[in-house]
């Protein structure tokens, strides 16, 4: 019997995935390192990796700060942990297969080889797809099955006024509490000598005025800086793989 293909999730209502893949985009981040690769001989990579991970990498020391303090004002959970992605294997060809995160919800790590339609979902979307919309410079907004509709609504408007790099997602484990991530990383240096980043999450027992302020900072000092280096422009609304 023939092995059943997985099946990529339906993109959200109103939200349309292109027609076909766009392997150039795929393949962005690796032609971005390779070229960082090239001036090597120069003796100038080690500027270039340090300008793209002050620029890239997840915020100044000042953001990451303010972050904490609004995340702490809120009476959220805010950590950063190393990315950690065993025998250096970031893709696994499954939807099904339990991969080794440290966090929950995941904010870095193994993933799937295609990322999620950009877009808010109101059925959850396997994170295994979701960790590689992180790698693209993704943030991600998650919330439990107990979290009240008005939570959710107030959720939407958030990811609404500025959907680019943002992902919204049911996750079944946060019962009553929502969750935000981002996967952050120098891609001069990504997957070089075991560099894979940083993971950055937070969880909140509430979705209240505090948490939306906090939750804005977070966006602005994380969004856009993936460890691959893709840009915000192949993460707009509705872009994504597709199953064709």
Same mark, same amino acid.
């Given at each position: 019997?023939?092995?059943?293909?997985?099946?990529?999730?339906?993109?959200?209502?109103?939200?349309?995935?292109?027609?076909?893949?766009?392997?150039?985009?795929?393949?962005?981040?690796?032609?971005?390192?390779?070229?960082?690769?090239?001036?090597?001989?120069?003796?100038?990579?080690?500027?270039?990796?340090?300008?793209?991970?002050?620029?890239?990498?997840?915020?100044?020391?000042?953001?990451?700060?303010? %972050?904490?303090?609004?995340? #702490? *004002? /809120?009476?959220?959970?805010?950590?950063? +942990?190393?990315?950690?992605?065993? &025998? =250096?294997?970031?893709?696994?060809?499954?939807?099904?297969?339990?991969?080794?995160?440290?966090?929950?919800?995941?904010?870095?790590?193994?993933?799937?080889?295609?990322?999620? %339609?950009?877009?808010?979902? #109101? *059925? /959850?979307?396997?994170?295994?797809?979701? +960790?590689?919309?992180?790698?693209? &410079? =993704?943030?991600?907004?998650?919330?439990?099955?107990?979290?009240?509709?008005?939570?959710?609504?107030?959720?939407?408007?958030?990811?609404?006024?500025?959907?680019?790099?943002? %992902?919204?997602?049911?996750?079944?484990?946060?019962?009553?509490?929502?969750?935000?991530?981002?996967?952050?990383?120098?891609?001069?240096?990504?997957?070089?000598?075991?560099?894979?980043?940083?993971?950055?999450?937070?969880?909140?027992?509430?979705?209240?005025?505090?948490?939306?302020?906090?939750?804005?900072?977070?966006?602005?000092?994380?969004?856009?800086?993936?460890?691959?280096?893709?840009?915000?422009?192949?993460?707009?609304?509705?872009?994504?793989?597709?199953?064709?």
């Amino acid at each position: 019997m023939a092995k059943k293909k997985p099946q990529t999730p339906l993109p959200p209502r109103g939200v349309q995935a292109p027609q076909r893949r766009n392997d150039a985009r795929l393949d962005l981040g690796m032609r971005h390192r390779a070229a960082l690769y090239a001036v090597s001989g120069s003796g100038i990579v080690a500027l270039v990796a340090v300008v793209l991970f002050i620029s890239l990498g997840g915020g100044g020391s000042s953001n990451l700060k303010q %972050v904490a303090s609004l995340m #702490t *004002a /809120a009476n959220c959970s805010f950590k950063t +942990v190393q990315a950690s992605v065993p &025998g =250096g294997q970031t893709h696994v060809n499954s939807l099904t297969q339990k991969l080794p995160w440290n966090t929950s919800p995941p904010s870095n790590g193994q993933h799937y080889p295609e990322w999620a %339609v950009w877009g808010f979902y #109101t *059925a /959850a979307v396997n994170p295994r797809m979701v +960790v590689h919309n992180e790698e693209h &410079g =993704g943030v991600i907004l998650w919330w439990g099955p107990n979290v009240p509709q008005s939570s959710v609504t107030a959720l939407r408007q958030l990811y609404d006024s500025s959907p680019t790099g943002m %992902v919204g997602t049911p996750y079944p484990s946060l019962g009553s509490k929502v969750a935000i991530t981002a996967w952050t990383g120098n891609p001069a240096t990504y997957q070089r000598n075991g560099d894979f980043g940083q993971g950055h999450i937070a969880i909140c027992p509430r979705y209240d005025s505090a948490t939306q302020k906090a939750f804005v900072a977070f966006r602005n000092a994380y969004r856009g800086h993936g460890p691959e280096g893709i840009p915000l422009s192949a993460d707009q609304p509705g872009m994504g793989p597709t199953s064709g």
